[in-house]
């Protein structure tokens, strides 16, 4: 993690076996993913995540603090 102008920053990634994000999203197969984005969303956070199949994964999550 990090702190930069009063924001925090937590990134974690993974070498797995990756996912199609959007494919989650639009499919509702991912409750865990929306709930994180939505309760992030409640304080004023935000999650990114980037994956790849057979590449691997990683999430961003920012909050003002």
Request: net charge positive.
């Amino acid at each position: 993690f990090e702190i930069q102008r009063k924001e925090l920053k937590i990134t974690f990634n993974d070498n797995g076996k990756g996912f199609n994000v959007d494919q989650v999203y639009n499919k509702n197969a991912g409750l865990g993913l929306i709930n994180m984005k939505n309760r992030l969303k409640s304080i004023n956070g935000e999650i990114l995540i980037n994956s790849q199949l057979d590449k691997g994964t990683t999430v961003l999550i920012q909050l003002q603090i």
